[in-house]
């Protein structure tokens, strides 16, 4: 059966406050789809129901046809999830950063994949600062510490909550040439960001919520 994302009938209440109100959508390989909204419409909270991280008050998530909790092994193994924060050490360098993320995906340390981690910084453009604690990197450069893990994986289904958020022009044109290249490549993504998305020979959807 194919890599296929599904949201039906999304609902999620925080006490009296109804965040999300029968959200549905599906997201084929090959297909880019952007959650639009105010702030406060339930955009996170959808990104973080659909990887497992937060429950749904009715509704259900389905990978390739079947429950993601009754499906979980085989989903994880296709999802990365990067969320609105950095998600990096500030007292460790890049390259430590991204090796551990590699060791958390099942990847032994080696001299290849030094080799990988240092490719991936080069991509986007931040070599000359490898070994430079994160903390003295500015807010754009963990940005792309960050995105470095899209380069470094080969999840189909990738789930980006503002991933062009403090990057400049030249590092949003390397991230969006990265997501354009995962598309082609029969990859999907789910993503929020406020800012208009550009990708060659790729048709972006969008979901409104709020």
């Known amino acids: 059966m194919s890599n296929k994302l599904e949201a039906k009938e999304i609902s999620v209440w925080r006490g009296d406050n ?22 406060g419409s339930g955009k996170t909270t959808l990104l973080r129901v659909v990887c497992g991280l937060g429950l749904a008050d009715e509704g259900q998530v389905y990978w390739s046809g079947k429950p993601i909790e009754k499906n979980r092994d085989q989903y994880y193994e ?13 007292a460790l360098s890049a390259i430590e950063n991204l090796r551990i993320f590699t060791l958390l995906n099942g990847r032994a340390a080696s001299a290849k994949t030094d080799a990988d981690i240092e490719q991936a910084l080069d991509e986007l453009s931040l070599i000359s600062k490898a070994h430079l604690p994160c903390r003295a990197l500015s ?12 380069v470094l994986q080969t999840a189909k289904l990738w789930v980006l909550d ?49």
Do not use: C, W
Not at 19 to 33: C, I, K, M, Q, Y
Not at 78 to 90: D, E, T, W
Not at 189 to 204: D, F, Q, R, S
């Open 18 to 39: 109804l965040l999300l109100n029968n959200v549905s959508f599906t997201l084929d390989a090959g297909e880019v789809l952007q959650v639009r909204g105010a702030n």
């Open 139 to 150: 807010a754009g450069q963990q940005r792309r510490v960050a995105l470095a893990r899209l």
């Open 78 to 90: 296709n999802l990365l999830y990067l969320g609105h924060k950095p998600g990096i050490k500030p």
């Open 162 to 210: 503002e991933p062009l958020t403090s990057l400049d022009k030249a590092g949003l044109a390397l991230v969006e040439q990265r997501m354009a290249a995962h598309a082609h490549s029969g990859g999907s993504i789910l993503l929020t960001t406020h800012a208009p998305v550009n990708m060659a020979g790729v048709k972006v959807s969008t979901l409104e919520l709020g």
